[in-house]
Nanobody, 124 residues
Framework: QVQLVESGGGLVQAGDSLRLSCAAS????????MGWFRQPPGKEREFVAA????????YYADSVKGRFTISRDNAKNTVYLQMNSLKPEDTAVYYC?????????????????WGQGTQVTVSS
């Protein structure tokens, strides 16, 4: 089991950038696939991005491809989500998730470890 704490959310204007961080503890961080998910107001949780344990591969939802970048620092037990060119439709609670071997990387049901979430609000 690993504990996850997100930070870095806030209120920004369209076109701005934000970097979310997720600090992990209690497990061997380097062995986990790390994912970011989000839940817009009134909608279901959705996949945003995921990165393999050795940064050998990263995966993105089509809606964020080219604007968001996921990265990880295994020495700091931290995963990041750099969000550029933010849009109002990016407004959501963003969650960090961890799992050793999620089959598809993109389904929330495949992840057993979740943070508490951080709010991102993008105004137009």
């Amino acid at each position: 089991q690993v504990q996850l704490v997100e930070s870095g959310g806030g209120l920004v204007q369209a076109g701005d950038s934000l970097r979310l961080s997720c600090a992990a503890s209690g497990g061997t961080f380097s062995r986990y696939v790390m994912g970011w998910f989000r839940q817009p107001p009134g909608k279901e949780r959705e996949f945003v991005a995921a990165i393999r344990w050795n940064s050998g591969g990263s995966y993105y939802a089509d809606s964020v491809k080219g604007r968001f970048t996921i990265s990880r620092d295994n020495a700091k037990n931290t995963v990041y989500l750099q969000m550029n060119s933010l849009k109002p439709e990016d407004t959501a609670v963003y969650y960090c998730a961890a799992e050793r071997s999620p089959p598809t990387y993109t389904l929330g049901s495949e992840y057993g470890n979740w943070g508490q979430g951080t709010q991102v609000t993008v105004s137009s």
